[in-house]
C-alpha cells in the first residue's frame, strides 16, 4: 500500500501526500513580500492556495513576521464586532508564531481594535513592538469582509502603504479571493487599492502534473502510460482539485493491479465516473454558474465565431474569478478546461442538441 495519497479534501502536507512544489510560484510570490509589495492575489478555491501560501510564507527569513488570516466567518458581522475578531485573530498568529517579549504580549491582549482608524493606530504601534522585524499578512476569503467595511479597511491599507515610516506595519499585505478590489466595492467610482500589485496562482502545467504522478510511481512502482498523462492534464486543464480527483480515482478507486500499467482504457473509466459525480468542486462550479451567464456561456461552448476575451465585461470578469473562463491564445473566451464545459453545458441544455459529446 503507498504510504501516501492524492488529496481533494484541504491542506497537503508533504508527509502524507503527493504533492506540487510550486517551487517558481513561491519565489515570485517572495520576492513581492520581500519587496514590501501590497498584493491581490488571484485564486479560485480549491486550486491549492492555503497550502502554497503557508509554503511562501515558511520561507521568509526571521527577519519577518508572516501570519495567515480568513476573513470566511466574518460577513455577517457588525464593525465592531469584526474588528474585534480581526484583532484577535492577528494576536493568536503572532504569539503563536514567535516569542515577542511581555510588553508585546500586554500591548496585545490589551489593545481593542473598534474600527479603521484604530486599526491603523494598533498597527503604528505594534511596528515599536516588532522593532526590526517586518510583519507579513495574508489575507484569505477577503471577501468575507463585511461590505460596510471594504472601503474603510482599504483605505487605511493603502494609507499605511504609502506612509514614509521606515518600519511600516504590515510591511507587506496579500489579498486572497478576487480578481479585482472593485468586485467588493458598491461604489465603483473609488479605487481606494489601486497600490495593489496582482499575483495569479495559475493551475498546474503539464510538466507538474507528469512529477506529481511520477512520485506515485517512484514510491509504489505503478506506471502511466504517456497518453494518460497527457489526457488527464487536457481533461481538466490542470486544475488541481480534478488533477488529484483524478489521480485518486485511477490508483485508489478502480482496482488496478499495482503491476499492471494504467492504460487510456483506464483513464476513460475514471473520466466518465468523475464526469458523472456530484463531488463538492463540481457541485461548487454549478452554483456559481448563475442562469444569468447562461447565454455567455452557451455561446462560448457552441460558437464557431467566438466570444472576445475582454475582462472590463463583468461576466467574463466575474466568471475568470470563479476559475470557469480563461482567455485563449486567439484572444477569444475559453471554458477553463472540458470537465467544466460538460458540467455547464449538462447545466443549461441537458440532453438537448448534442453538445455533451461535442466537447471531447
Known sequence: M???????????EPSRNYVVPRTAEIADLVQRIKDGRYIVIFAP?????????????????????????NFEEYKDLSPDVFY????????????????????????????????????????????????????????????GIPRTEVSHFLHTLRRIYLSKTPNRCPYSVGIVGVKSITQLNDDRSISPFNIQDEFALPNFTREQVH??????????????????????????????FLVNRMAQSLTEELGIGR?????????????KNIL?????????????????????L???CSSDAGIPFNLRNEYISELVTYGVLKGGTDGFCEIANPIYQYCIVQTFQPLLNGLERKYH
Open 84 to 143: 474585534h475578531y480581526f484583532k484577535e485573530d492577528i494576536q493568536k498568529e503572532i504569539e503563536n508564531y514567535a516569542q515577542i517579549g511581555q510588553e508585546a504580549t500586554k500591548f496585545l491582549k490589551t489593545y481593542s481594535i473598534t474600527s479603521h482608524l484604530s486599526m491603523r493606530h494598533f498597527f503604528e504601534q505594534l511596528a515599536g513592538y516588532l522593532k526590526n522585524r517586518r510583519l507579513a499578512i495574508i489575507i484569505d476569503e477577503f471577501d
Open 211 to 240: 512529477r506529481l504522478l511520477e512520485q506515485y510511481t517512484d514510491e509504489v512502482g505503478q506506471t502511466f502510460a504517456p497518453k494518460v498523462i497527457k489526457s488527464l492534464h487536457k481533461q481538466t486543464g490542470g486544475q488541481p
Open 298 to 300: 452557451m455561446e462560448i
Open 45 to 69: 478555491r480549491q486550486t491549492g492556495k492555503t497550502t502554497f501560501f503557508r509554503w511562501a510564507l515558511e520561507s521568509l527569513d526571521e527577519s519577518y513576521l508572516p501570519i495567515q488570516l
Open 276 to 296: 458523472n459525480e456530484q463531488n463538492v468542486h463540481l457541485s461548487h462550479l454549478t452554483t456559481n454558474i448563475h442562469p444569468r451567464f447562461q447565454s455567455l
Open 259 to 271: 503491476k499492471e500499467t494504467i492504460s487510456v482504457a483506464h483513464f476513460e473509466m475514471a473520466h
Open 2 to 12: 503507498p504510504t501516501r495519497t492524492f488529496e481533494t479534501r484541504g491542506p497537503v
